[in-house]
């Protein structure tokens, strides 16, 4: 995965993800439409074979890339807890 910064303003962020999809951006965006400080947050793929996604952050009063990092690491704490879940059931 590599990531372009296209737009990065104190309250707007917009990066353009590249080698990823919907399954990796859906959460994120799900995730940053739950925390207080963001007003808006989309991702968009123009093409599903021919271009790379793009994620579009916009905050009230926070710094976006801040908003991402804090629901990165929200998103990673889920995922490990789901894994221990299911490393717990029995074959």
Known sequence: MEIKILKDRAKELELEIIGEDSTILNPIKEKLLERENVVYAEYSIDHPILSN????????????????KAVLKELQKEFKSFREQVEKIKS
């Not at 996604?53 to 991402?68: F, G, M, Q, S």
């Open 53 to 68: 996604p793009k994620l579009y952050i916009k905050t009230k009063n926070a710094n976006p890339k801040d908003e991402l």
